[in-house]
T-cell receptor
Framework: AQKVTQAQTEISVVEKEDVTLDCVYE???????LFWYKQPPSGELVFLIR??????QNEISGRYSWNFQKSTSSFNFTITASQVVDSAVYFC????????????FGTGTKLQVIP | EAQVTQNPRYLITVTGKKLTVTCSQN?????MSWYRQDPGLGLRQIYY???????DKGDVPEGYKVSRKEKRNFPLILESPSPNQTSLYFC????????????FGPGTRLTVT
């Protein structure tokens, strides 16, 4: 069975602060994919990043960065210099390639950026 | 414009009255999936399809049916809806296999009374 844990239910930060959203996953497969999605207040789900289990390089995209550590089964997401537009629910997801294609999402972290 | 569409966007119905939520994508994607989103539970996968005529259960398939007769369409059927199926439903598609990023529809808010 696979599992994704986002222990932070809600986080509030003041604009321009940095914030890290945690994601811990469980799987027995050696090949898997991790994702982050954003759900702004308007409700749509937007893809942010995909990472496969063989690529542990950290990634930076503008103010967003992701830290993938297989040793701790974590795939954390950091927003630098947060902005009000970053206010959203963020979901971490896991897909394992063990012959079936189920996707497991975490319960999400609601981020509120206060101006 | 590349997109996933769902209809209806909002639906209020009564227990036991069969309903279908349609999902269509125009990106020639092979993989399609249905999720429900409930407060505190995140998104949970109901059913997925890897291609035409190939469907499989996700984590919460009870009370739902799907079909994939055409590549672009993946309807979700509730044969006898119950109040515990009140939820926000999302359809999604990806190029092939779930290991690619998924494109989500706008969501369908279903209330079963």
């Amino acid at each position: 069975a696979q599992k994704v844990t986002q222990a932070q239910t809600e986080i509030s930060v003041v604009e321009k602060e940095d914030v890290t959203l945690d994601c811990v996953y469980e799987t027995r497969d050696t090949t898997y994919y991790l994702f982050w999605y954003k759900q702004p207040p308007s409700g749509e789900l937007v893809f942010l990043i995909r990472r496969n289990s063989f690529d542990e390089q950290n990634e930076i995209s503008g103010r967003y960065s992701w830290n993938f550590q297989k040793s701790t089964s974590s795939f954390n997401f950091t927003i630098t210099a947060s902005q009000v537009v970053d206010s959203a629910v963020y979901f971490c997801a896991l897909e394992t390639s063990g012959g079936y294609q189920k996707v497991t999402f975490g319960t999400g972290t609601k981020l509120q950026v206060i101006p | 414009e590349a997109q996933v569409t769902q209809n209806p966007r909002y639906l209020i119905t009564v227990t036991g009255k069969k309903l279908t939520v349609t999902c269509s994508q125009n990106m020639n994607h092979e993989y399609m999936s249905w999720y429900r989103q409930d407060p505190g539970l995140g998104l949970r996968q109901i059913y997925y399809s890897m291609n035409v005529e190939v469907t499989d259960k996700g984590d919460v398939p009870e009370g739902y049916k799907v079909s994939r007769k055409e590549k672009r369409n993946f309807p979700l059927i509730l044969e006898s809806p119950s109040p515990n199926q009140t939820s926000l439903y999302f359809c999604a598609s990806s190029l092939s296999l779930a290991s690619y990023e998924q494109y989500f529809g706008p969501g369908t808010r279903l209330t079963v009374t």
